[in-house]
């Protein structure tokens, strides 16, 4: 792997290429929020995604792929930059922080490379006209507007006399209610990500090789699923959500746990079936809106000559444990579906393969350049997935304070680390993959703990580092839990024409 310093990468000379334009075009497709178990080919009872299973058998599936902060904008900046939190500077949710200065890209490094990049769908910088490298970009923010600057989907909304309606369903962004999309099928964000995609790709510039970047908004809640798709699963049995013995009791789990479960209501059973109903439906909504890009890549004749890499930025509970959401360090909220196929005949990515390496989203840039044979710049953290070197551990954390989660993962066993009240889990994911076994305080597993708890110790830095003492891990006390009454709805949305009034960027909009 060829690798260049962040100067030569990040302020490259006005037109310079930094290698000769390849034969190879580039997908890049994102889902947000979707766990890496909601796939057919990982053995999911429910859900049906059997665009994704053919392309997890035409390439390699990595099974150990994790969100190393599984939080929207951190999660993306590890994408964008191939760089760890620590690298790229948030760990919490900053709306109002742009990406590093001077740090490459990896829309810019394709960019420089001679390649034609686009993105459609979010993107989730700031600004949010910013273009991060990529030369032509469609957003679709989920309604951001109070952030500055043009939404292309409402504007897609006003073209069809729908001025304003996207959030007319009354459904929260970060809130597990559910309903049916309110309008037409034709105007539903995954049908205008699908079709703005592959319209672009038939708009492509010829003499050059494509990169394209496709980031759906779903499942990320609102959970607004067409008709269509939540009738497919209306009668079906649905997988029942998973109840260790460790979260039987709300009051003992650790601070931050207790933060998130306290947060979002209790669905009853029938309720919590049937939001879980409609995420599978919006999952499979996307999965077949796959294959109309699948689809134009042939009829355009260039799938045999595209890389195709689909990636999750974290998953969700989905009431797994009494919890929702992201922000957590367990399989359901920090696993990511990780699929990579290659052009065609490349031995590199393989046929069929699952991979069990452990992975980040830092590693897609490099991936993606190295198969491209393009050079790696300096700054990237990440691995190439089709690479030789490998990880022992992976790193993983998720805000700071009382609420501040830490993971570290040696591909066999996870300990998870909560600094307010120094309460450790640890979970062997080989023999209990659904972490209902809390091995922390078995003395069999002792030794474990305390190498893991020696290597999570030797990667913590600034304020965390008030958190140790003689390089033992030793936390914080344990505030009084305060939950602030929830009068945002958790980020409710309005009526969006007239456009909304800009408000203070930092301010973090949702579940904080």
């Given at each position: 792997?060829?690798?260049?310093?962040?100067d030569?990468a990040?302020?490259?000379?006005?037109?310079?290429?930094?290698?000769?334009?390849?034969?190879?075009?580039?997908?890049?497709?994102?889902?947000?929020?979707?766990p890496?178990?909601?796939l057919?080919?990982?053995?999911?009872?429910?859900?049906?995604?059997?665009t994704?299973?053919?392309?997890?058998?035409?390439g390699?599936?990595?099974?150990?792929?994790?969100?190393?902060c599984?939080i929207?904008?951190?999660?993306?900046?590890?994408?964008?930059?191939?760089?760890?939190?620590?690298?790229?500077?948030?760990?919490?949710?900053?709306?109002a922080?742009?990406?590093?200065?001077?740090?490459?890209?990896?829309?810019?490094?394709?960019?420089?490379?001679?390649?034609?990049?686009?993105?459609?769908?979010?993107?989730?910088?700031?600004?949010?006209?910013?273009?991060i490298?990529?030369?032509?970009?469609?957003?679709?923010e989920?309604?951001?507007g109070?952030?500055?600057?043009?939404?292309?989907?409402?504007?897609?909304?006003t073209d069809?006399?729908?001025?304003?309606?996207?959030?007319m369903?009354g459904?929260?962004?970060n809130e597990?209610?559910?309903?049916t999309?309110?309008?037409?099928e034709?105007?539903?964000v995954?049908?205008?990500?699908?079709?703005?995609?592959?319209?672009?790709?038939?708009?492509?510039?010829?003499?050059?090789p494509?990169?394209?970047?496709?980031?759906?908004?779903?499942?990320?809640?609102?959970?607004?699923?067409?008709?269509?798709?939540?009738?497919?699963y209306?009668?079906?049995?649905?997988?029942?959500?998973?109840?260790?013995d460790?979260?039987?009791?709300?009051?003992?789990?650790?601070?931050?746990?207790r933060?998130?479960?306290?947060?979002?209501e209790?669905?009853?059973?029938?309720?919590?079936?049937?939001?879980?109903?409609?995420?599978?439906?919006?999952?499979?909504?996307?999965d077949?809106?796959?294959?109309?890009?699948?689809?134009?890549?042939?009829?355009e004749?260039?799938?045999?000559?595209?890389?195709?890499?689909?990636?999750?930025?974290?998953g969700?509970?989905l009431?797994?444990?009494?919890l929702?959401?992201?922000?957590?360090?367990?399989e359901a909220s920090?696993?990511?579906p990780?699929?990579?196929?290659g052009?065609?005949?490349?031995?590199?990515?393989?046929?069929?393969?699952t991979?069990?390496?452990?992975?980040?989203?830092?590693?897609?840039?490099?991936?993606l350049?190295?198969?491209?044979?393009?050079?790696?710049?300096?700054?990237?953290?990440?691995?190439?997935?089709?690479?030789?070197q490998?990880?022992?551990?992976?790193?993983?954390?998720s805000?700071?304070?009382?609420?501040?989660?830490?993971?570290?993962?040696?591909?066999?066993?996870?300990?998870?680390?909560?600094?307010?009240?120094?309460?450790?889990?640890?979970?062997?994911?080989?023999e209990?993959?659904?972490?209902?076994?809390d091995?922390?305080?078995?003395?069999?597993?002792a030794?474990?703990?305390a190498?893991?708890?020696?290597?999570?110790?030797?990667?913590?830095?600034g304020?965390?580092?008030?958190w140790?003492?003689?390089?033992?891990?030793?936390g914080m006390?344990?505030?009084?839990?305060?939950?602030?009454?929830?009068?945002?709805?958790s980020?409710?949305?309005?009526?969006?024409?007239?456009?909304?009034?800009?408000?203070?960027?930092?301010?973090?909009?949702?579940?904080g």
């Open positions: 792997m060829q690798r260049v310093s962040g030569q990040g302020n490259p000379a006005a037109g310079a290429v930094s290698s000769p334009p390849g034969d190879r075009h580039v997908l890049f497709v994102t889902v947000d929020q979707w890496a178990r909601l057919g080919i990982a053995g999911h009872p429910t859900v049906e995604t059997p994704l299973d053919q392309i997890a058998r035409t390699t599936r990595f099974t150990n792929a994790y969100a190393e599984p929207c904008i951190p999660a993306r900046r590890s994408m964008m930059t191939g760089t760890s939190p620590r690298g790229h500077g948030d760990r919490v949710f900053q709306p922080l742009p990406m590093p200065e001077g740090m490459p890209t990896l829309a810019r490094s394709f960019r420089d490379a001679g390649y034609q990049t686009a993105a459609i769908g979010k993107l989730h910088v700031y600004p949010q006209r910013d273009r490298g990529f030369e032509e970009v469609l957003l679709a989920e309604g951001r109070h952030l500055g600057g043009m939404d292309d989907y409402e504007l897609f909304l069809k006399g729908q001025p304003g309606q996207q959030f369903h459904m929260s962004n597990y209610s559910w309903r999309w309110h309008l037409p034709e105007l539903h995954t049908n205008w990500i699908t079709f703005a995609a592959a319209r672009t790709i038939k708009r492509r510039d010829p003499t050059r494509g990169f394209w970047h496709v980031s759906y908004t779903h499942p990320h809640p609102p959970i607004v699923p067409l008709a269509s798709y939540f009738e497919r209306r009668a079906r049995d649905v997988d029942a959500p998973l109840m260790a460790w979260a039987r009791d709300p009051a003992a789990l650790p601070y931050a746990v933060v998130a479960h306290n947060y979002w209790q669905l009853p059973p029938a309720q919590l079936a049937d939001m879980r109903r409609a995420v599978y439906a919006l999952c499979t909504h996307i077949h809106q796959l294959r109309i890009l699948i689809g134009t890549l042939r009829e004749g260039l799938l045999d000559d595209t890389i195709i890499l689909i990636c999750g930025d974290h969700d509970m009431g797994d444990n009494g929702y959401a992201k922000r957590l360090m367990y920090a696993g990511v990780m699929l990579l196929s052009a065609a005949g490349d031995s590199r990515v393989g046929t069929g393969v991979d069990r390496r452990l992975v980040g989203l830092q590693d897609i840039m490099p991936t350049l190295d198969l491209c044979g393009l050079p790696i710049p300096e700054s990237c953290e990440g691995l190439s997935m089709v690479g030789e490998r990880r022992d551990i992976l790193y993983g954390e805000l700071e304070g009382a609420k501040a989660t830490r993971m570290v993962n040696d591909g066999r066993y996870k300990l998870i680390w909560y600094p307010a009240g120094n309460h450790v889990q640890l979970f062997d994911l080989d209990d993959p659904q972490e209902m076994a091995l922390a305080g078995d003395p069999g597993h030794e474990i703990r190498r893991l708890g020696k290597a999570l110790a030797a990667r913590l830095y304020e965390d580092e008030a140790l003492r003689n390089g033992e891990l030793v006390a344990e505030p009084e839990l305060v939950m602030a009454p929830n009068r945002g709805l980020g409710q949305r309005g009526l969006h024409y007239p456009p909304i009034p800009p408000t203070d960027p930092a301010k973090a909009v949702g579940s």
